[in-house]
């Protein structure tokens, strides 16, 4: 079964609301997450990796102020996508590796389809 | 910096024809290597993965071979079904910067036709 959970699986948001995506790990503890971005029939770019207790770090390019991170527990983080715009309609996917075993594969979320009109 | 080619798709086939979908990686190091598998309106799933040199990873039928000397993972399966239709990613470990992080191939959109 899923180890990631990931809600909602679909939001449609207005111009310059603010919408928010909950990625959990199911049955571990995740210091760690990872925040990716998926344009149609495009692969996946990372944005940023989620710490518990600390900072998420941003890939360049990725504005900090528009997608908010908060790691707010060890089996939470959210991105907060701030003052939607249409051209961040996008998929967003999260992932995790289980705790104490980083080398292992990321486990993904199923993703959030968001579309902004 | 590193990073993973795949070839382009869409990749095509009937029922129990032969799959190869290349990939090839650049990367300093020793990368771990994975192949995983998206179905449509889903997220993405592991398919499987090789850590080092001559490692072959295999899972449901699939199979794929790690060559450092060709810096190449291609997936493999000898006769693929419907239900393999589905977008294939390539991807690499990185552990640089201080943590680890997953970069990925552009994709490949396999449709297989009854």
């Known amino acids: 079964g899923a180890v990631v959970s990931q809600h909602p699986s679909w939001v449609i948001c207005k111009s310059g609301t603010s919408v928010k995506i909950e990625c959990r790990s199911l049955d571990f503890q995740a210091t760690t997450m990872f925040w990716y971005r998926q344009f149609p029939k495009q692969s996946l770019m990372l944005m940023a990796t989620s710490n518990e207790g600390s900072k998420a770090t941003y890939e360049q390019g990725v504005e900090k102020d528009k997608f908010l991170i908060n790691h707010a527990s060890l089996t939470l983080s959210t991105l907060t996508v701030t003052s939607a715009h249409p051209e961040d309609s996008s998929f967003y996917i999260c992932?995790?590796?289980?705790?104490?075993?980083?080398?292992?594969?990321?486990?993904f979320g199923n993703g959030t389809r968001l579309t902004v009109t | 910096g590193n990073s993973v080619t795949q070839m382009e798709g869409p990749v095509t086939l009937s029922e129990e024809a032969f799959l190869t979908i290349n990939c090839t990686y650049t990367a300093t190091g020793y990368p771990s290597l994975f192949w995983y598998v998206q179905y449509p309106g889903e997220g993405l799933q592991l398919l499987l993965k090789?850590?080092?040199?001559?490692d072959k990873g295999s899972n449901k039928g699939f199979e794929a071979t790690y060559r450092k000397e060709t810096t190449s993972f291609h997936l493999e399966k000898g006769s693929v079904q419907v239900s393999d239709s589905a977008v294939y990613f390539c991807a690499l470990r990185d552990f640089s910067g201080g943590y680890n992080k997953l970069i990925f191939g552009a994709g490949t959109r396999l449709a297989v036709h009854p």
């Open positions: 090789a850590t080092k040199a001559d």
């Open positions: 992932s995790a590796p289980l705790t104490g075993q980083e080398n292992s594969p990321l486990h």
